[in-house]
């Protein structure tokens, strides 16, 4: 596709439960990156990804949330027994260049999570 | 530790008007600096971005202006139009650690017609 595509949009969990954040990168993108924008806020590092590799994890908030990236392109973040702090959208940005800088980092539009 | 300071948090401009968003960051280990716009329900779109060998750069309506002694840096919004109402943010990045990016709280901007 064109953009780097989220899904879900949204999703409700109850607090407690499991869930799965998929991101779809630009084809060809060997960089993605995880955010997380709580409302009203900037995003907030989560973890970097260069293909398959995972390079940085030094912004996931607790050993509950993992992300995976097993074949170089799509990528998951799983977060378990979710908490009402994990409420927040979650973004996925994906990059051509391996090096710092490159304008071509685009985001998608978000997981929107939100824990009851 | 907040690395990036964002002001201010909200402007409302006349249409036509410019608009100012300043940034100020802490480490001096930062080489890349741009600025992110981000409409309601989509993901931040990239601007225009700086590194710190220039002082200034301009594309189309949108300039940034460095102050590398300061660590400062600036967007003006030149003819400022209700459709740049949005919510805008400076980002601060080091090759030494990919890409990855460090943002600054937001500035909602608002252009009245």
């Known amino acids: 596709g064109a953009g780097v595509s989220q899904s879900p949009r949204y999703k409700v969990a109850k607090r407690g439960q499991d869930v799965a954040l998929r991101c779809d990168p630009i084809s060809g993108h060997v960089s993605l990156f995880w955010y997380q924008q709580a409302l009203g806020q900037g995003p907030e590092f989560l973890t970097y990804f260069q293909n398959e590799a995972q390079l940085d994890k030094s912004g996931l908030p607790s050993d509950r949330f993992f992300a995976e990236r097993p074949e170089g392109s799509v990528s998951t973040l799983k977060i378990q027994r979710t908490q009402q702090e994990d409420s927040a959208v979650y973004l996925c940005?994906?990059?051509?260049?391996?090096?710092?800088?490159?304008?071509?980092?685009?985001f998608g539009s978000g997981t929107r999570l939100t824990v009851v | 530790q907040q690395q990036v300071k964002q002001s201010p948090q909200s402007l409302i401009v006349q249409k036509g008007g410019i608009s100012i968003i300043n940034c100020a960051y802490e480490n001096t280990a930062f080489d890349y600096f741009p600025w992110y716009q981000q409409f309601p329900g989509k993901g931040p779109a990239l601007l225009i971005a700086?590194?710190?060998?220039?002082s200034e750069k301009k594309e189309g309506r949108f300039t940034i202006s460095f102050n590398k002694s300061a660590k400062q840096f600036s967007l003006h919004i030149m003819d400022s139009q209700p459709g740049d109402s949005a919510t805008y943010f400076c980002a601060v990045g080091s090759g030494r650690r990919g890409n990855m990016l460090t943002f600054g709280g937001g500035t909602r901007l608002m252009v009245k017609p």
């Open positions: 940005a994906s990059s051509p260049w391996s090096r710092q800088g490159a304008d071509g980092y685009t």
């Open positions: 700086i590194r710190p060998d220039v």
